[in-house]
């Protein structure tokens, strides 16, 4: 996530100044289905800003516009075409439009899924021969233009490429799109230059807030959509890289790797594969990552969960970063780092596409987590639901007892603050709520997968009302938990005496 000018009353001046400095901290990961447990496609992102910023989970319906309707996005001015129609999606939006809607994740009525973005940003020399553009494509919009308009994930990509030829792009970004044929990966990498990849099904990606793509075939129109250019504006910069005697994408766009990218990029590799050769010294880190593991959801959960399990480094719980990606803290001591689950994540989900869920159900679950995971639950939605429950859609922008994000980040706050006392009580229960949530989705998704065949309209409804069920039965638990962990609080035991 990237560079909100926000406007929020409980903001300090010290949030104020977060913004310049650590805006890129998004974590993205991509499981090609050849290396999970079930056969599946599972990819993610925890989305991450500053942890008083509150996020929402909604549906948007279907419309139709009229001819010259536009989007509009309120942050930087860019504009584009509405689709004569609209599809349905879900997303995963700010409360603060005007800041720029940021609808962020979510699967659209033609089993298209999309996660968008993680932010990057090309090197000095890129910038100065193809710089962003101002009123460009940026994240706060590309979810809300892209997935009303696209039947496929590919149709994404080409939109996406259509729009930063034409219009421009106003910051870097890493976008990943999914349906039934498989998921693209892609890299905005300044302002009209692009590339996209096929995912290979035998790999897996961990990829903060840098660009990754090494080598690439940009004459494999099957697999690969690439901006024309690619190679010039990096040869026109200086600042183009061969390795192994062939164009390296990352090298020639990157500036150098900062050490909050290292942190996160080395840890998310060793915590899905312990046996990875990868260094925490390593020069940069490759995109595509080869194992002979299997992974299931639950490794998932425990990458966005992550920080530094079985390394030698220790969790920087702080938001003070230099430009560097490198704290200023006085506390910052050899062997503390910036962990993927860091105080900045405000929002994490998960896909987990099945080829046996029918593109009418969504073809997959997203797995969400609104608030942090770190002592938050992830609970499953397909992507054919009509509505989501009424805490989810609280748009208050600080502390309220009936918002979803507000009371998770409440517990969130009060367990981190108090590790001794409260120690791994919550997240222990959550995740045996989550274990069970994983085998009841299995027969949802049997279950609907036929429902779908005969009665779509059932199927709907059906999905919606089992996961409404399930967010208020969670809605109450936590708020129950929330409660326990206010009354026994040190901080509050203390204030309640004078």
């Known amino acids: 996530m990237k560079n909100k000018k926000m406007t929020l009353g409980l903001l300090s001046v010290l949030t104020a100044f977060l913004f310049q400095t650590v805006s890129y901290a998004c974590t993205g990961f991509i499981i090609g289905k050849d290396l999970t447990t079930d056969g599946s496609i599972i990819y993610g992102r925890t989305e991450d800003l500053e942890p008083n910023h509150n996020k929402t989970f909604v549906v948007r319906p279907a419309k139709d516009n009229k001819a010259g309707d536009m989007w509009k996005d309120q942050a930087n001015g860019f504009e584009y075409p509405l689709p004569a129609h609209s599809y349905k999606y879900t997303a995963v939006p700010d409360v603060t439009p005007k800041d720029g809607v940021y609808d962020e994740a979510g699967f659209n009525e033609h089993g298209v899924s999309m996660s968008a973005t993680v932010s990057a940003s090309a090197n000095d020399a890129i910038k100065k021969i193809d710089p962003y553009v101002k009123n460009g494509l940026a994240e706060s919009s590309m979810t809300s233009v892209i997935l009303p308009s696209v039947k496929t994930a590919r149709e994404g990509i080409e939109l996406i490429a259509k729009i930063v030829t034409e219009k421009g792009a106003a910051e870097g970004n890493i976008v990943t799109l999914a349906d039934k044929d498989g998921l693209w990966y892609m890299e905005i990498l300044s302002g009209h230059q692009y590339v996209a990849i096929k995912f290979p099904n035998d790999k897996f990606a961990v990829f903060p807030n840098t660009f990754y793509l090494g080598h690439v075939n940009l004459n494999d129109k099957e697999n690969t959509i690439a901006s024309a250019d690619v190679e010039k504006v990096a040869k026109k910069a200086k600042s183009y890289t061969e390795v192994n005697g062939k164009f390296h994408i990352a090298q020639s766009y990157n500036p150098p790797l900062s050490d909050a990218n290292r942190s996160r990029s080395f840890s998310g590799i060793k915590s899905l594969d312990p046996d990875s050769k990868v260094t925490y010294k390593d020069k940069n880190y490759e995109l595509l990552q080869s194992t002979d593991k299997k992974f299931s959801l639950a490794d998932a959960m425990a990458l966005q969960r992550n920080r530094f399990e079985g390394l030698n480094l220790k969790p920087l719980d702080q938001m003070e ?178």
């Open 321 to 498: 970063l230099d430009g560097k990606g490198k704290p200023k803290s006085k506390k910052a001591v050899k062997g503390y780092a910036y962990p993927i689950s860091n105080p900045n994540v405000m929002e994490a989900h998960i896909f987990q596409l099945k080829k046996e869920i029918p593109s009418e159900l969504g073809g997959g679950v997203i797995w969400l987590s609104v608030g942090s995971p770190r002592n938050a639950p992830y609970l499953p939605y397909l992507g054919n639901i009509s509505k989501t429950y009424d805490a989810y859609q609280e748009k208050s922008t600080k502390y309220n007892s009936k918002s979803w994000y507000w009371t998770v980040s409440r517990i969130n706050d009060l367990v981190a603050a108090n590790p001794k006392q409260f120690g791994t009580k919550v997240i222990d229960e959550i995740k045996r709520l989550e274990k069970t949530w994983m085998s009841e989705q299995d027969k949802t998704n049997k279950e609907l997968s036929q429902l779908v065949q005969t009665n779509p309209v059932a199927a709907q409804e059906k999905a919606d009302a089992l996961s409404m069920a399930r967010a208020e039965k969670t809605f109450k638990r936590l708020k129950a938990i929330e409660a326990k962990l206010v009354k026994e609080s040190p901080k509050t035991k203390k204030t309640s005496k004078k």
